[in-house]
């Protein structure tokens, strides 16, 4: 990825990405994780990637609305435990670097500057769900699901869940949410909060179509500061705790409880 000399957009094929797909369509850009084999898993350079595409995005006067999706099946399970699991478990200061990406690529989206729409086509689980949650509106495909799994794997679900779910659902839902790791099915979410608008595969993109034509007709500086006065709690919970989140997750790649639910899941996938 070159770094830019100005903040002025380029056209995205200059970016060189790998890990996501990066288009720009008149007053729409698309950010695609494209990592279906591994159902969209974050690596680092998927990481450094959409934080690169949303600055992008944030300097294009000409984009007026940021669609996030995935390929495949998945829409996004989060951290890719296969590829950095075994580097970071007795590794606190990898996994502080490596965090440090995540808060980065979740800062550059809340910051973007115009509306985000997700386009859930698939499972949103982990950090995916808390992708999803970081956009303003979301749709989401009948047979899709959200679930968290961090308490039954190793790690506290504090990059955007335990700030942002008890705003969008509100505190019980959210604790029933994170402390059980159960499944809720698309019309489920919908029916919480969790998403706008729920559809038939078929439908998604014409759903989809149309809010973003809804969005772009705004007025953008309008929009823009609207944005930034609704981002107020999500803002205020989040860098209440995202620093303090950081160091914790690192120190407890120490800990026996997180080594063993890691090794064991990594385990599991070996088989």
């Not at 996994?95 to 979740?106: E, I, S, T």
């Not at 800990?255 to 088989?271: C, G, M, P, T, Y």
């Amino acid at each position: 990825m070159a770094e830019p000399d100005a903040p002025v957009a380029v056209d995205p094929a200059e970016l060189g990405f790998e890990r996501i797909r990066y288009e720009k369509d008149g007053h729409r850009a698309t950010i695609t994780l494209s990592r279906p084999e591994v159902l969209n898993a974050f690596d680092f350079r998927m990481l450094r990637e959409i934080a690169r595409a949303c600055e992008d995005a944030s300097w294009d006067d000409a984009i007026r609305v940021v669609v996030v999706t995935g390929e495949g099946r998945a829409f996004c399970v989060g951290a890719d435990l296969r590829s950095w699991g075994a580097e970071l478990v007795d590794n606190p200061r990898a996994y502080w670097k490596w965090f440090g990406a995540f808060k980065d690529m979740h800062d550059r989206l809340r910051e973007i500057g115009k509306p985000t729409l997700a386009r859930v086509q698939g499972i949103a689980v982990g950090g995916g769900n808390e992708l999803q949650m970081a956009c303003d509106l979301a749709v989401m495909v009948d047979g899709a699901y959200i679930r968290h799994v961090g308490p039954e794997h190793g790690s506290v679900p504090a990059g955007g869940a335990t700030q942002w779910l008890p705003i969008l659902v509100g505190d019980r839902r959210a604790r029933e949410i994170l402390f059980l790791c159960e499944e809720i099915p698309a019309r489920q979410a919908l029916e919480w909060g969790l998403v706008n608008r729920v559809c038939a595969p078929g439908e998604l993109d014409a759903v989809v179509d149309e809010l973003v034509e809804k969005l772009a007709a705004k007025l953008p500086q309008t929009m823009r500061y609207t944005k930034q006065q609704l981002n107020w709690w999500r803002d205020l919970s989040w860098h209440e705790t995202v620093g303090h989140a950081r160091d914790w997750l690192a120190l407890s790649m120490l800990n026996d409880e997180a080594k063993d639910a890691i090794s064991a899941f990594l385990e599991r996938r070996e088989h």
